[in-house]
T-cell receptor, first 113, second 114 residues
Framework: AQKITQTQPGMFVQEKEAVTLDCTYD???????LFWYKQPSSGEMIFLIY??????QNATEGRYSLNFQKARKSANLVISASQLGDSAMYFC??????????FGDGTTLTVKP | GAGVSQSPRYKVAKRGQDVALRCDPI?????LFWYQQALGQGPEFLTY????????KSGLPSDRFFAERPEGSVSTLKIQRTQQEDSAVYLC????????????FGPGTRLTVL
């Protein structure tokens, strides 16, 4: 069975600094996708970044980058130059070829001014 | 609209009532997913449609939960004889195709069962 582990229930970062949110996964599939979502207090789930299991380069989207280490089964999210609006819950998710996604329990990020 | 929409946004039901939650996916999106999110936790997969076909319903917690997508567009999640443990946010997501494409989520329906 697929499993996503996010070991940091809460993280704090100073505005303008970088922060890494950890994610490890477990799967027996060879083909899968890894996703990060942001969920502000308003509740909507916002897609941030995607990494395919066969992608050789780490994914980047603006201030977000995904540190993909396949052998270690980790897919950490790096947010550079944190902003106050980055304060939210962040979820790591894995999607298998059938389309079904498994989510972690999330990390609450608080950006301090 | 451009995004996934869900209605109602909030629903309060008395224990034992039936409820129906609606999801309008992004136009042209083939795949549609339902998730249940309890407070403070990540979303849990319920069921998945590709067009009108329900390909995976392994996450539905009991036979009181039923989902349909009869014309391959709008979907309805129905919960019969609601119980307090059904209280959660129900999220709908759609994606352009199957496989590993990203999913786009709606705002969710917060269900409270009294």
């Amino acid at each position: 069975a697929q499993k996503i582990t996010q070991t940091q229930p809460g993280m704090f970062v100073q505005e303008k600094e970088a922060v890494t949110l950890d994610c490890t996964y477990d799967t027996s599939d060879q083909s899968y996708g890894l996703f990060w979502y942001k969920q502000p207090s308003s509740g909507e789930m916002i897609f941030l970044i995607y990494q395919g299991s066969y992608d050789e380069q780490n994914a980047t989207e603006g201030r977000y980058s995904l540190n993909f280490q396949k052998a270690r089964k980790s897919a950490n999210l790096v947010i550079s130059a944190s902003q106050l609006g980055d304060s939210a819950m962040y979820f790591c998710a894995m999607r298998e070829g059938t389309g079904k996604s498994t989510f972690g329990d999330g990390t609450t990020l608080t950006v301090k001014p | 609209g451009a995004g996934v929409s869900q209605s109602p946004r909030y629903k309060v039901a008395k224990r034992g009532q039936d409820v129906a939650l609606r999801c309008d996916p992004i136009s042209g999106h083939v795949s549609l997913f339902w998730y249940q999110q309890a407070l403070g936790q990540g979303p849990e997969f319920l069921t998945y449609f590709q067009n009108e076909a329900q390909l995976d319903k392994s996450g539905l917690p009991s036979d009181r939960f039923f989902a349909e997508r009869p014309e391959g567009s709008v979907s309805t999640l129905k919960i019969q004889r609601t119980q307090q443990e059904d209280s959660a946010v129900y999220l709908c997501a759609s994606s352009l195709g199957g496989g590993l494409r990203e999913q786009f989520f709606g705002p969710g329906t917060r269900l409270t069962v009294l």
